[in-house]
T-cell receptor, first 113, second 114 residues
Framework: EPEVTQTPSHQVTQMGQEVILRCVPI?????FYWYRQILGQKVEFLVS????????KSEIFDDQFSVERPDGSNFTLKIRSTKLEDSAMYFC???????????FGQGTRLTVV | GDSVTQMEGPVTLSEEAFLTINCTYT??????LFWYVQYPGEGLQLLLK?????DKGSNKGFEATYRKETTSFHLEKGSVQVSDSAVYFC?????????????FGAGTRLFVKA
């Protein structure tokens, strides 16, 4: 069964460093998303991406964040200068054109020290 | 904007007990409704969905009915097992919301005791 794949599963980084979280969405999907879940809290929307551009972003998604689809298969989230409060589980998701539900990856746990 | 409210946890039940987790939503359009489950240390898995009013989603003994009149989508299971211990998220997705994003409730943690 096709699935969304995220790498790495866990990343530890020092405060102020740049990180790139990677995702391979399901191959025929056209909508891509990043979500964040701070430990024990709710899943928060960060950004949606369609047709090679951001279609919506939340207040959390400030200038420190960017997304890119560098080729036909990867979808990345970059955090330019990480802060302690960026420590969270980051989920990538994708959806097909006309599909009703998003399919989520297993997540990348980011720990900023 | 659109939102989802679900009952606070944790919910603690004995094995074979009946489970209800309440969920209500607010939406301007006609959303699709979902329950996602997150097992300890794992990602989000779609448990069930309903795309229009009066639809019943079901999977693994869980079910939920899309009630437009009460804007609710309560999750039920007749007999829970220890393996059902997880966090359950009610969610909606509205075609009219930019990017068709998924909006989650706060999650309800379920503990099932043997």
């Amino acid at each position: 069964e096709p699935e969304v794949t995220q790498t790495p599963s866990h990343q530890v980084t020092q405060m102020g460093q740049e990180v790139i979280l990677r995702c391979v969405p399901i191959s025929n999907h056209l909508y891509f998303y990043w979500y964040r879940q701070i430990l024990g809290q709710k899943v928060e929307f960060l950004v949606s991406f369609y047709n090679n551009e951001i279609s919506e972003k939340s207040e959390i998604f400030d200038d420190q964040f960017s997304v890119e689809r560098p080729d036909g298969s990867n979808f990345t989230l970059k955090i330019r200068s990480t802060k302690l409060e960026d420590s969270a589980m980051y989920f990538c998701a994708s959806r097909s054109e006309g599909g009703t539900e998003a399919f989520f990856g297993q997540g990348t746990r980011l720990t900023v020290v | 904007g659109d939102s989802v409210t679900q009952m606070e946890g944790p919910v603690t039940l004995s094995e074979e007990a009946f489970l209800t987790i309440n969920c209500t939503y607010t939406a301007t359009g006609y959303p699709s409704l979902f329950w996602y489950v997150q097992y300890p240390g794992e990602g989000l898995q779609l448990l069930l969905k309903a795309t229009k009013a009066d639809d019943k989603g079901s999977n693994k003994g869980f079910e939920a009915t899309y009630r437009k009149e009460t804007t609710s989508f309560h999750l039920e299971k007749g007999s829970v097992q220890v393996s059902d211990s997880a966090v359950y998220f009610c969610a909606l997705s509205d075609r009219n919301t930019g990017g068709f994003k998924t909006i989650f409730g706060a999650g309800t943690r379920l503990f099932v005791k043997a």
